[in-house]
């Protein structure tokens, strides 16, 4: 009895709230991708950011071993089911952007201050938080758990941004 009371609960509270905890489909004018490194365990890994630059949402995530064309093809269809459009996508001079972009169909423009900048003070934000790690995930880090202190904190920093 009490066990199905709490699911009925949860199910509740979840379905209200579960606009907050998710990104919507809707017009966006622009989106500025980028990458950063940082290190797990031993390894080298990248983890790729796009962002909405007018309402500073965070619409994907993603870790990577490598920066290819191949990976930004995967990660720009990520989060391109959160646009109802093709918007504008701003990145930095990275040779692996143009080729993908193209391929896609996507406008982009190649761009180091203005815009493009809401990006890099996220990963500002993203790089602050990481170094209570020591710049690095703790050694017997995994890549997926990586992933999930990411879509974690991706969640918590929309669900701000969103309110305020």
Known sequence: ???????????????????????SRKYRRCIAIDE?????????????AAIDIETWEILGIM?????TSI?????VRSFLPYCENKPLIKIDR???YRWA??????????????????IEGWFNILK??????????PSNAS?????????AFVVIYNLEVRIF
């Not at 009895?1 to 990104?23: D, E």
């Not at 950063?36 to 790729?48: F, L, R």
């Open 36 to 48: 950063t490194k940082i290190k797990i365990g031993n390894k080298w890994h990248y983890i790729w």
């Open 71 to 75: 990976d930004v093809i995967k990660f």
């Open 143 to 151: 890549k997926e758990s990586v992933e999930r202190w990411l879509t």
């Open 1 to 23: 009895m009490l066990r199905s009371l709490v699911t009925k609960l949860s199910r509740q509270w979840y379905h209200k709230l579960a606009r907050l905890f998710t990104n």
């Open 128 to 137: 602050a938080r990481l170094k209570r790690f020591w710049k690095r995930f």
């Open 101 to 118: 972009l193209q391929r896609m169909g996507l406008q982009y423009e190649h761009e180091t201050f203005g815009e493009r900048n809401v």
């Open 63 to 67: 870790v990577t071993d490598w920066r």
């Open 94 to 96: 990275a040779p692996w």
